[in-house]
């Protein structure tokens, strides 16, 4: 895992300052604090940065980045992954192909050259972002991977095209303009954004199985996209035949391939543990694919309602894992925020994002660079409450009302401390939504619901600029039609989470920007592509039935799993909220005067102080419902988020302090 920047001007002539390449390398020194290096391909208005964390080939001359062929018709930087590549790489051997490092990169250089860019991308299998220029077509091509686990941004400037592995990088640039979008900052109070954008005016994300493809067209860089993957769940009656013990037998033969696929490194490698069946799954079977016990992380908190120790550690006894348990206090959360929200990058509504930060330094200092986590598989089998409230309230034909009020009662009342957050407290219709879905789902309703307060916490300058603007209809329209037309209900809200909140919150600020905030590399299991291409076939019914969520991963991990833990309905992975604990509301309210104040507020010109005020006033009365106040709690987080982002990153001269650290590290042009 590394941080990558690069530039391509309009002109090939125009030339390119290589500083500006180091300080965008810099910048993002927590991605990669190995080494640096940075290219600028003569004549073509094109350069690349790279800062390194080596995981594969620890040479530090061989694996130095960018990679570019010996007549510089192709040049690379790369952040992530590809497994499979020593087969891979023993097949282009024996077809003739010479590979001069041991890095999984120099893979991608080759099978370009012989195949093509769209043509290699069903070969890379992993998590990864990278940037591939053609000199010959004057062509450069952002990639992220299938679900966004590795970040990847771009914006234009006045003298052409401006990319990194983070925001910041890009405002490293002087010629990069830094500003909130009045969308973008509606959308961080609601927590759900808009796929491809960003908070800050003109700044993109490449989206998940997408390219970005630029090209110079007489003197001028023309963007077009290209969707190479996609979710492409079955169209209903369209599901292969198969038995449940059949269906087993494939799940365990994909899950075992991917995570013996991740626990290949030149480093040692730890796992994620929570409470969860997907994390104690992985745990399982990394433990009999080593020969010595797994190392295996994991995250206490000091509240009884939202610890999950006591579970993890009758998992890691049962396979003989060398636990390393790192309890936080509540309270200590907010000490650690600011800094969460620089690595971030965008708001976050639970301090779970801070835990996970804390977590990834905890074991960065313990001596690992990697670990093998769980996300992917409540996207995969409906683990989440929301997908299972849209499965029985759309997607059981054949229930009976009387029998679909008994599951929703019980899923409510057994989700009852994510009220407000992951559950709305009402219903709510989006009609664009619904007409483009079949129903507003679950997983976007409760942030939805938060607009109307929302939009009276914004300044009133920025309340005008989105006169008649629907965040409902806004995502909507990024959904692909295609993707959703004949697919079951189920399918549909798994789709929905996966291309809204799952890439931009759990892959994201939860996931990736606070794992390598601190230089450690997380690999995701369950988001093999092969196993989730067979994921998508498991039927509705074996996702979600008899109240278990997770079934058939239920099932398929029965025998591995203790009996408490089989038997455990999915906890969500969160932080208490402000509002349970008085010595953490406290510390919240403490960064609120620093930030929150009138005169803070003022400065910055975002919010409304006298609706910042009236919110305060209303979350501290007593006889606010309890799942207000969580969304309330939410708000706050969401404030503090986007005030501190004005901080850190209008307010701030960024390109001086990426300079700086340039200077501080010694990485300068000639020394990489």
């Known amino acids: 895992m590394c941080g990558i920047a690069g530039i391509m001007h309009h002109e090939s002539a125009r030339a390119i300052n290589p500083d500006w390449l180091v300080a965008m390398a810099a910048i993002q020194y927590h991605r990669g604090p190995d080494g640096f290096g940075q290219k600028v391909l003569p004549g073509s208005g094109v350069g690349f940065s790279h800062a390194r964390l080596s995981i594969i080939d620890l040479n530090p001359n061989r694996g130095r980045q960018p990679f570019w062929t010996d007549d510089e018709q192709y ?35 080759h099978l370009t050259k012989r195949y093509g860019l769209t043509e290699t991308m069903p070969h890379l299998r992993g998590e990864f972002a990278f940037a591939m220029y053609e000199k010959q077509a004057e062509r450069l091509t952002l990639v992220r991977d299938r679900f966004g686990v590795k970040p990847l941004y771009w914006t234009m400037t006045a003298e052409g095209l401006v990319f990194g592995s983070e925001i910041k990088v890009l405002f490293a640039h002087p010629g990069v303009r830094r500003a909130f979008s009045d969308q973008g900052l509606y959308h961080q109070l609601i927590q759900t954004m808009v796929p491809g954008t960003t908070c800050f005016e003109g700044v993109y994300a490449v989206q998940p199985g997408q390219m970005v493809i630029c090209e110079r067209r007489e003197g001028r860089l023309q963007i077009r996209t290209h969707t ?23 799940l365990r033969h994909h899950f075992v391939e991917a995570i ?41 908190f000091d509240d009884g309602d939202y610890d999950e120790t006591a579970i993890a550690q009758e998992m890691a006894a049962a396979v003989g894992a060398d636990q390393d348990i790192l309890r936080v206090q509540g309270s200590d959360l907010y000490d650690h925020f600011a800094r969460t929200i620089w690595h971030t990058e965008r708001s976050i509504y639970n301090t779970f994002t801070v835990a996970k930060l804390l977590m990834s330094e905890h074991v960065q200092q313990a001596g690992y660079k990697v670990v093998v986590t769980g996300e992917g598989s409540d996207e995969l089998f409906a683990g989440y409450p929301q997908l299972r409230l849209d499965m029985i309230l759309h997607g059981m034909e054949e229930a009976t009302p009387a029998e679909r009020a008994e599951l929703e009662a019980w899923l409510q009342e057994s989700n009852r401390l994510f009220k407000g957050n992951l559950l709305a407290q009402k219903r709510l219709d989006d009609p664009a939504l619904t007409e483009r879905v079949g129903f507003t789902p679950s997983c976007l309703q409760s942030w939805l619901s938060s607009a109307p307060r929302a939009m009276s916490l914004l300044s009133s300058e920025r309340r005008q600029a989105l006169d008649n603007y629907s965040p409902g209809a806004a995502i909507a329209q990024t959904l692909d ?56 076939t498991v039927p509705p019914t074996l996702r979600f039935r008899d109240q278990k969520d997770k079934y058939i991963l239920r099932e398929t991990m029965k025998e591995l ?72 709690d939410a708000t706050i987080n969401h404030l503090l988020s986007v005030q501190i982002l004005h901080d850190r990153f209008i307010a701030a001269d960024i390109p001086k302090i990426a300079r700086d650290r340039a200077d501080a590290l010694g990485w300068h042009v000639g020394s990489d």
């Open 75 to 109: 040049m690379i930087a790369h952040n992530g992954e590809f497994y499979d590549y020593k087969r891979l790489r023993a097949d282009l051997t024996s077809r003739g192909d010479r590979f001069t490092t041991k890095s999984d990169t120099e893979l991608l250089l």
């Open 228 to 250: 190479y993957w996609d979710m492409d769940f079955p169209q209903r009656g369209g599901r292969t035949e198969r038995s449940e013990e059949e269906t087993i037998e494939q």
């Open 260 to 300: 013996q696929l991740r626990l290949e490194a030149d480093v040692p490698v730890a796992c994620y543990l929570s409470g969860g069946i997907d994390s104690c799954s992985i745990l399982g079977v990394a433990a009999a694919c080593q020969q010595s016990p797994v190392k295996a992380f994991t995250i206490g």
């Open 481 to 536: 039609p295609q993707q959703l037309a004949g697919r079951h209900p189920l399918d549909k809200a798994q789709y929905v989470w996966i291309k809204t909140q799952f890439e931009s919150q759990v892959l994201g600020w939860a996931g990736d920007r606070v794992d390598m905030a601190n230089s450690m590399e997380a690999r995701p299991a369950f988001l093999d592509h092969p196993l989730v291409e067979f994921a998508v």
């Open 561 to 632: 799993l203790p009996e408490t833990l089989y038997n455990r309905q999915k906890f969500a992975f969160m932080a208490p909220p402000a509002h349970t604990d008085p010595a953490k509301q406290k510390a919240m309210l403490g960064l609120g005067e620093q930030y929150l104040s009138k005169k803070a507020v003022a400065a910055t010109g975002l919010l409304d102080a006298t609706a910042v005020s009236a919110l305060f006033e209303r979350y501290h009365q007593s006889e606010t419902p309890v799942a207000e106040q969580v969304q309330l």
